[in-house]
């Protein structure tokens, strides 16, 4: 699952960029295409597979073109929407995460050890601040 992790956290970065919303959701859709229902818990397989269900997985000519076109037939509720479930998706699948080690007031670390880095909630922040609110001309 670590492998779907990766993906959904890369997936979130996409989404929490500054383009236009569907330019990050097909971002977005291009790090979940590489994901199969068996990386995934039970709970949001059938979330990745309804988002994901009209693009070929399959060599073509152009996945990204066929995430473009795809993404450019949803309308902007079934846009949010996506981005819901996208979220949604990495909120159930960080459950899943082992929780960073905090280390006590006096304990230092080897010089060795790498340092332990939270993933920021950033959906949480971009909702905040409209990143995720439809844009108008």
């Known amino acids: 699952m670590s492998y779907a992790w990766r993906q959904l956290q890369s997936a979130i970065r996409t989404l929490a960029g500054t383009t236009d919303r569907r330019d990050r959701l097909a971002g977005a859709y291009g790090k979940l295409i590489k994901l199969k229902p068996k990386d995934l818990p039970s709970e949001v397989a059938a979330d990745h597979?309804?988002?994901l269900r009209r693009i070929s997985r399959f060599p073509v000519k152009s996945i990204p073109h066929e995430i473009r076109i795809e993404v450019d037939a949803?309308?902007?509720m079934e846009v949010t929407a996506a981005?819901?479930?996208i979220m949604t998706m990495y909120d159930?699948?960080?459950a899943y995460q082992?929780?960073?080690v905090r280390r006590s007031a006096g304990a230092r670390r080897a010089p060795s050890e790498l340092p332990v880095w939270p993933v920021p909630a950033l959906h949480i922040l971009e909702t905040r601040h409209g990143a995720f609110v439809h844009?108008?001309?």
């Open 49 to 51: 597979e309804r988002l």
């Open 74 to 76: 949803l309308s902007d």
């Open 83 to 85: 981005i819901q479930t």
């Open 92 to 94: 159930a699948v960080s």
């Open 98 to 100: 082992p929780q960073p």
């Open 135 to 137: 844009e108008t001309a």
